[in-house]
């Protein structure tokens, strides 16, 4: 589905946006602690930003075709890189520490939507 091959390609663009944001302009300005959130919330939104873009492809291909758990499994990812991403990158820049609360929700949808993909394969396989 090109919607999530654009989703996937806009938070990879971010990605790569925020990661050099944060080794060049916060370098100074965080600490090593938020310094190093801040570049775990890159890495996962870059990862599910490559995987939104592996479901865009699987959708628009005859290997598994439009499928309602992919169609799931793209709209988790897309949530979990809101949630998870969002608020460490909010910690990192305000320090409130209760916004790591919030994170795990999104590393759920992160996982949720991992057996989404699962089960369409396996339900494609057979």
Same mark, same amino acid.
């Given at each position: 589905?090109?919607?999530?091959?654009?989703?996937?390609?806009?938070?990879?663009?971010l990605?790569?946006?925020?990661?050099?944001?944060?080794?060049?302009?916060?370098?100074?300005?965080?600490?090593?602690?938020?310094?190093?959130?801040?570049?775990?919330?890159?890495?996962?939104?870059?990862?599910?930003?490559?995987? %939104?873009?592996? !479901? =865009? /492809? $699987?959708?628009?291909?005859?290997? #598994? @075709?439009? +499928?309602?758990q *992919?169609?799931?499994?793209?709209?988790?990812?897309?949530?979990?890189?809101?949630?998870?991403?969002?608020?460490l990158?909010?910690?990192? %820049?305000?320090? !409130? =520490? /209760? $916004?790591?609360?919030?994170?795990? #929700? @999104?590393? +759920?949808?992160? *996982?949720a939507?991992?057996?989404?993909?699962?089960?369409?394969?396996?339900k494609?396989?057979?």
């Amino acid at each position: 589905m090109p919607f999530f091959i654009i989703a996937g390609a806009i938070n990879a663009f971010l990605a790569v946006a925020f990661g050099a944001f944060g080794a060049h302009a916060l370098k100074e300005k965080l600490s090593e602690k938020y310094l190093a959130i801040w570049e775990t919330a890159v890495q996962y939104q870059m990862y599910h930003a490559i995987g %939104l873009i592996v !479901i =865009g /492809i $699987l959708m628009s291909s005859s290997i #598994i @075709g439009n +499928v309602s758990q *992919l169609n799931w499994a793209g709209y988790l990812m897309l949530a979990g890189i809101l949630v998870f991403s969002g608020s460490l990158y909010v910690l990192s %820049l305000s320090g !409130i =520490g /209760i $916004l790591g609360a919030i994170t795990p #929700i @999104g590393g +759920v949808m992160f *996982l949720a939507a991992w057996i989404f993909v699962i089960v369409a394969v396996v339900k494609h396989m057979n």
